[in-house]
């Protein structure tokens, strides 16, 4: 498929706004019906992060809570965010009634004041940040530039390049003072080319790729590891909000990647709990693609 074509399906199902229909979930869940993995509900498994404190933005649903799941059946203790306070504290509850450590504390990544609260109630707290997902992040309506209304263009570069940025900004003199940290920065597909009508979207992923380059080589030599991760499509409420915005679907988008069909967000945690292991220690300042070959 040429990338023109590439280019014009993705489009079509890319990040948008409204609401979950039962159609759009029964679509996506045709579209995995590959191979799909198993969810990772239950908190169970091996071992690699006990006594480790992990850090997430944007736990409340999605990627981040399979992520903060993902963590907690390995023994990490995870302390994340996320606005919707009802949804935290059931996230947190949740993985605690099943045997994890978790609290969840709201906050709003476009507040320094927030962002400050939060790393500081998890240092007072845990007494370290070992691992940083900043994962927080919001989708564009379908829009083109000059359409496009400032008031937008400003929320979501806020929440997803200023909200990365002062998640290390007050991560990472913590991480120095500890002698050593690991961050994922949730980047995206679309950090690395041009989706039409995305683009408060698209540049503040851009953003979070130089961003994550940025401070990986300004840290390299403090023993703190610094990557982000591009996912392509995974079936979360945004992808889902999106293809509502975007009247389209899941086998639709699918077919535009090589593996043809919507990545589950827990293999995305999977590839974030990789990047944050031993396995990992020499990757630096990278952007991996977990697209499922998108960017082959
Ligand atoms: N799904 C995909 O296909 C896809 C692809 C590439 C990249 N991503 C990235 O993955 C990340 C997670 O998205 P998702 O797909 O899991 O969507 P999601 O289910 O909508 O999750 C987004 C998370 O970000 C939080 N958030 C949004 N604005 C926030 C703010 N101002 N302050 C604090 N938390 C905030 C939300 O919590 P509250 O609403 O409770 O605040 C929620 O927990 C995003 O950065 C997204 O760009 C997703």
Request: aromatic residues 6%.
């Given at each position: 498929m040429s990338n023109i074509n590439r280019r014009r399906i993705i489009t079509t199902?890319?990040?948008?706004?409204?609401?979950l229909t039962a159609a759009v979930a029964t679509q996506s869940a045709k579209a995995?019906?590959?191979?799909?993995?198993e969810p990772q509900s239950v908190v169970s498994g091996g071992n690699r992060f006990a006594d480790k404190v992990v850090l997430i933005t944007g736990a409340t649903s999605g990627i981040g809570e399979s992520t903060a799941r993902a963590?907690?059946?390995?023994?990490?203790?995870?302390?994340?965010?996320?606005?919707?306070?009802?949804?935290?504290?059931?996230?947190?509850?949740?993985?605690?009634?099943?045997?994890?450590?978790?609290?969840?504390?709201?906050?709003?990544?476009?507040?320094?004041?927030?962002?400050?609260?939060?790393?500081?109630?998890?240092?007072?707290?845990?007494?370290?940040?070992?691992?940083?997902?900043?994962?927080?992040?919001?989708?564009?309506?379908?829009?083109t530039v000059a359409e496009r209304p400032l008031e937008e263009w400003m929320n979501v570069m806020t929440t997803n390049a200023t909200g990365v940025f002062l998640s290390m900004k007050h991560e990472l003199p913590q991480m120095?003072?500890?002698?050593?940290?690991?961050?994922?920065?949730?980047?995206?597909?679309?950090?690395?080319?041009?989706f039409a009508t995305i683009a408060p979207y698209s540049a503040s992923k851009h953003a979070v790729v130089s961003l994550t380059k940025v401070a990986a080589l300004e840290y390299a030599d403090k023993n703190i590891r610094v990557n982000s991760i591009a996912p392509g499509a995974v079936d979360t409420p945004?992808?889902?909000?999106?293809?509502?915005?975007?009247?389209?679907?899941?086998?639709?988008?699918?077919?535009?990647?090589?593996?043809?069909?919507?990545?589950?967000p827990e293999e995305i945690a999977r590839s974030v709990l990789f990047l944050c292991s031993d396995e990992a220690t020499c990757i630096v300042g990278t952007d991996l693609d977990a697209t499922g070959g998108y960017l082959a």
């Amino acid at each position: 498929m040429s990338n023109i074509n590439r280019r014009r399906i993705i489009t079509t199902g890319a990040v948008g706004a409204v609401g979950l229909t039962a159609a759009v979930a029964t679509q996506s869940a045709k579209a995995n019906t590959q191979n799909p993995p198993e969810p990772q509900s239950v908190v169970s498994g091996g071992n690699r992060f006990a006594d480790k404190v992990v850090l997430i933005t944007g736990a409340t649903s999605g990627i981040g809570e399979s992520t903060a799941r993902a963590f907690a059946a390995e023994g990490a203790t995870v302390h994340f965010c996320g606005r919707r306070e009802a949804l935290g504290e059931q996230v947190a509850q949740s993985i605690q009634g099943a045997g994890g450590k978790a609290t969840y504390q709201r906050a709003d990544v476009r507040s320094e004041e927030d962002i400050k609260a939060f790393v500081d109630t998890c240092v007072s707290r845990y007494g370290a940040i070992d691992i940083a997902f900043n994962n927080a992040g919001v989708e564009s309506s379908p829009a083109t530039v000059a359409e496009r209304p400032l008031e937008e263009w400003m929320n979501v570069m806020t929440t997803n390049a200023t909200g990365v940025f002062l998640s290390m900004k007050h991560e990472l003199p913590q991480m120095l003072r500890q002698g050593s940290g690991i961050i994922v920065n949730n980047a995206s597909v679309s950090a690395h080319t041009g989706f039409a009508t995305i683009a408060p979207y698209s540049a503040s992923k851009h953003a979070v790729v130089s961003l994550t380059k940025v401070a990986a080589l300004e840290y390299a030599d403090k023993n703190i590891r610094v990557n982000s991760i591009a996912p392509g499509a995974v079936d979360t409420p945004m992808l889902r909000r999106a293809m509502a915005a975007w009247n389209t679907n899941a086998e639709t988008i699918a077919q535009d990647y090589p593996i043809q069909r919507i990545v589950m967000p827990e293999e995305i945690a999977r590839s974030v709990l990789f990047l944050c292991s031993d396995e990992a220690t020499c990757i630096v300042g990278t952007d991996l693609d977990a697209t499922g070959g998108y960017l082959a």
